[in-house]
């Protein structure tokens, strides 16, 4: 059974959803402010009862979720869902930049939000269990490790942009569509003025620029072209 933490400050709603979540098959626990989510995930992480998932509330007391996101890869690199207040945009986009895997728009609606969990942690064991024959590149990916070097140095990446990473150098020198990285990546259909994908994208270029001024081309209208 799955098991993910669930870090949100409305007590009703996150009793809800644990609620629901367990009634098909995720074990969750649930904390309401930014310090208890901290604590938690430094806990797991020095045991045998690690989350596979965080759900994660934007505004939360003493720490808010952005400032948790800022904190979490010296912690641990457990993948995230942001659960951010419908229109707030800017919320969204910066926590994607800090590393959240996806997000989804409070009020949720408990059925996306499962969907979205077992998307996210499909992607993430699939990609731990294939191991794919990658084409000669400057790039190094460890599919087991799940490292990311290149030229011998290596980056900090997430999971999401280990996996964009494993999917445009499948395709090294080809344009991959939008809506064929956000089916196969992110595992959901490209939406109209969904940013997810490009802000991901954005990420991954500015931690490869060091090592060369275009690694990853968009192509416009057409996708995405890894040419490092």
Not at 156 to 166: A, C, N, R, Y
Not at 178 to 207: G, I, N, T
Request: net charge negative; with cysteine.
């Amino acid at each position: 059974m799955p098991n993910i933490l669930l870090g949100d400050d409305d007590e009703e709603l996150t009793q809800l959803l644990q609620e629901y979540l367990h009634n098909h098959g995720i074990q969750c626990d649930c904390v309401h402010d930014g310090e208890a989510v901290l604590q938690k995930l430094k806990t797991a992480s020095s045991d045998t009862s690690a989350y596979d998932l965080l759900v994660l509330d934007i505004m939360m007391p003493k720490i808010n979720g952005l400032s948790v996101l800022r904190q979490l890869p010296n912690i641990s690199d457990i993948p995230v869902i942001m659960l951010t207040a419908k229109g707030e945009e800017i919320d969204r986009i910066i926590g994607l930049e800090l590393g959240a895997d996806d997000y989804i728009t409070k009020p949720c609606n408990p059925r996306e939000l499962l969907a979205r969990i077992n998307a996210v942690i499909k992607r993430t064991n699939a990609a731990a269990s294939e191991h794919t024959l990658l084409p000669e590149s400057r790039l190094h990916l460890d599919q087991n490790q799940r490292i990311c070097q290149i030229d011998g140095v290596e980056l900090q990446v997430t999971g999401t942009e280990f996996d964009l990473l494993v999917a445009l150098l499948k395709q090294k020198g080809e344009v991959v569509s939008k809506a064929w990285l956000s089916e196969h990546v992110l595992q959901r259909e490209l939406q109209p003025f969904d940013r997810s994908l490009d802000v991901h994208v954005s990420r991954l270029r500015k931690k490869l620029q060091p090592f060369h001024d275009e690694p990853i081309k968009a192509i416009r209208g057409k996708g995405y072209q890894l040419v490092l």
